[in-house]
């Protein structure tokens, strides 16, 4: 079968096998799946707002899932893109609390750029102790997680702390704020999605159509091969973990500029682990990965319609946690898919 | 279709079919933590069985379900709650778009200069809770070291703190007792793993009683108390306890927060400092049905039994009677304000122990 065919294929049946197996759970507690579903769906589509939340989910995943994917490819297993989106979005803030007297076509594409190059310095870190020593990025990744997330934990409460509510930062200028596409209520859709559908683009055309992008696959793909090839491993290493970090940066910066407009102490809230599964689930295709984001905001939007209807929001995690069991391990739904087709 | 459009029915005629109905919004925490939501869901029920109400809760996933499940829960109760600090814009945010409901939020204070007509808003002096818990602790510690653990650091924690370290000190000052104090925060108020391993980090510093104000990671607080008491003590008996602690005057334990949370690990928990957050929850379901709601803000202390310490129901016997006292006659000094527990960090760095003497 099509290659293509088969990474379009996999996930979505994965999807749908992974709901009919939470339905058993939701027998089991007693709930009637239907009706569950039902409110999943109504919660993630069903109205102008289930769509402009869905949207507004979706965005980071976007873009920590192309962070994490983009990894994946260059050989690198980035788990730090949790880190990079807090320090992207805490670089981002920092510098846009300050740029009221800028006008919006100025301080809007800086900002972006100041969370981005934070993301990217600080992933650049274990890109660099990797290159250098062979530290491996897994480690030092994780690692720097835990130094972004209490970094942050002072910053909000300490030098950057205002007022008082959540742990957060003063608002950031209103010229550095992105223009809502649509306000329902007290929800506003951003125009963030905007930009982390571009990205995914921008990652598609880099891999795919430059001949940097070629560099790195093919580091990724055999390091000594491309090595002997006359490719520099070191230099391709820190530059991979860069542009990971720079799109998990973003990530943060687009949260930051779009949706709460400052800084709060648990603003990533895992959505940098989530990267990994969505990496996943997209099969490390940037345009896949845009899908895989929707298809999980869409989920976890539509779960909140779920508690409604007296379904706890966690079977939602029991259905993604089984989407990626079945596309890590696509040749079990390869063998069942086969033996359908055999027994016809 | 057919099946859609039955559900459909259904839904719209239940939706018709309830008089009141109460839905309560939670931070990440969710139900089952033992302490804040739980407590305040208990008000809920017991309000809202009362009146005969229907109740639900809301349990958010991240800050950005903030304002959509607020909104929803909006779009189908009458009384809203947010519970929980890290609410407060989200909730300021929704409540202005429906003027018809009523939102309590718990723990949370108006953002300057808004006040909205339809919400009521109730925090509590933690410091006076926090005060019980420090003047128990540093009666009963035999190490001289008593422990702070803390969740995120945000005011309600650390208001807890601030009291917890002026009991101790107007403990040690009219005894002439030197303790203490270590502090750690878990940042974070969901992983009872996190509160487990800090409470184990102070017990090896020395720390006997540690007081957790971290909600459920507390809960890994006190199976950390409890683990290192059943080692001591060669028992997880209430007798055996109590027998051990009265006897060698030494043990382990741990200080529960916001509900009573003794019961949670018999004798091992000293006592609780608790928020009359479960009453407040109880009022603002009452007065929305019955047409006295207010919109503002409710400050409850001791003096309000917005704040106190639990009645310590397996403990008391190892705590000295005097000890008992002396708190019954403190209260009476908070109450008449002659007592003035610190409430901010300023205060608590200026805060000089009165002079005291006891009646008797």
């Keep these: 079968m099509n290659q293509r065919v088969w990474s379009f294929l996999v996930p979505l049946l994965s999807v749908i096998v992974a709901l009919i197996i939470a339905s058993f759970v939701i027998l089991m507690i007693g709930k009637n799946p239907i009706t569950a579903y039902a409110a999943l769906v109504r919660g993630a589509l069903g109205s102008k707002m289930a769509i402009a939340s869905t949207i507004v989910k979706t965005t980071p995943l976007i873009l920590t899932g192309l962070a994490v994917g983009f990894g994946f490819r260059a050989g690198l297993f980035n788990i730090g893109a949790e880190g990079q989106m807090i320090m992207g979005a805490m670089a981002a803030t920092a510098f846009a609390i300050n740029v009221g007297w800028m006008p919006a076509v100025l301080a809007i594409p800086l900002t972006m750029l100041v969370g981005m190059l934070a993301g990217a310095g600080y992933a650049s870190i274990a890109g660099f102790l990797k290159a250098k020593t062979g530290a491996h990025e897994v480690v030092t990744t994780i690692m720097l997680n835990w130094i972004a997330d209490y970094f942050s934990s002072y910053v909000v409460t300490v030098p950057m702390g205002v007022g008082f509510g959540t742990p957060k930062s003063p608002e950031i200028a209103s010229s550095a704020k992105l223009p809502p596409l649509m306000v329902v209520q007290a929800t506003e859709l951003t125009s963030g999605i905007i930009v982390a559908v571009l990205a995914a683009v921008f990652i598609k055309i880099l891999l795919d159509k430059t001949s940097k992008g070629y560099e790195l696959k093919a580091a990724g793909f055999n390091p000594y091969a491309a090595e002997y090839g006359g490719i520099k491993l070191a230099e391709n290493i820190v530059l991979a973990m860069a542009i990971s970090g720079a799109l998990a940066g973003l990530a943060g910066t687009l949260e930051v500029m779009g949706v709460h407009h400052r800084f709060l102490g648990t603003l990533s809230g895992g959505k940098g682990f989530d990267g990994i599964s969505i990496a996943l689930i997209g099969q490390n295709n940037p345009i896949g990965i845009i899908f895989a984001a929707l298809l999980m905001g869409a989920l976890r939007n539509g779960s909140n319609e779920m508690q409604f209807v007296g379904v706890p929001k966690h079977i939602i995690m029991i259905v993604q946690a089984i989407i990626i069991f079945l596309v890590a391990a696509d040749r079990i739904v390869r063998t069942i898919f086969l033996r359908k087709k055999v027994a016809k | ?360």
């Design chain 2, 1 to 360: 279709m057919k099946r859609l459009l039955v559900l459909s029915l259904i839904v719209a005629l239940s939706v018709f079919a309830m008089a009141f109905k109460v839905i309560m919004v939670t931070d990440v925490g969710g139900l089952g933590d033992k302490s804040f939501n739980d407590g305040t869901w208990e008000g809920i029920v017991r309000a809202a069985e009362e009146i005969g109400a229907e109740h639900k809760v809301i349990q958010s996933y991240e800050q950005a379900d903030y304002i959509p499940n607020l909104t929803r829960a909006a779009q189908e109760a009458d009384v809203v709650f947010a519970v929980g600090f890290m609410m407060t814009d989200a909730l300021f945010k929704v409540a202005k778009q429906f003027p018809n409901v009523y939102f309590v939020g718990i723990d949370i204070v108006p953002p300057e200069g808004t006040s909205l007509p339809n919400v009521l808003c109730y925090i509590f002096k933690e410091e006076h809770a926090g005060f019980y818990a420090g003047y128990i602790a540093a009666a009963m510690t035999s190490t001289g070291k008593i422990g702070f653990v803390g969740g995120i650091p945000i005011p309600p924690v650390e208001r807890f703190r601030y009291g917890y370290e002026a009991g101790a000190k107007i403990y040690s000052t009219l005894h002439k007792k030197k303790v203490d104090i270590l502090r750690g925060y878990t940042n974070d108020f969901e992983d009872p793993k996190k509160g487990k391993d800090l409470t184990m980090a102070q017990y090896a510093q020395g720390a006997d009683i540690v007081f957790l104000a971290a909600g459920a990671c507390g809960n890994g607080g006190i199976e950390a108390a409890k683990e290192k008491m059943v080692a001591l003590v060669g028992s997880d008996k209430l007798v055996d306890i109590i027998d051990y602690v009265v006897k060698n005057n030494k043990g382990f334990f741990a200080i529960g927060v916001d509900v009573d949370q003794d019961y949670m690990a018999p004798g091992v928990v000293l006592c609780s400092a608790m928020k009359g957050i479960s009453m407040a929850s109880y009022y603002g379901v009452k007065s929305a049905w019955d047409g006295t709601f207010e919109g503002g803000l409710k400050v409850l202390g001791v003096k309000e039994d917005g704040a106190g310490v639990s009645p310590m129901k397996y403990t008391k016997g190892m705590i000295p009677n005097r000890v008992i006292a002396e708190l019954e006659y403190l209260t009476k000094l908070i109450k008449d304000g002659k007592l003035v527990i610190p409430d901010t960090e300023d205060a608590l760095k200026a805060f000089q122990v009165p002079a005291i003497s006891f009646p008797f």
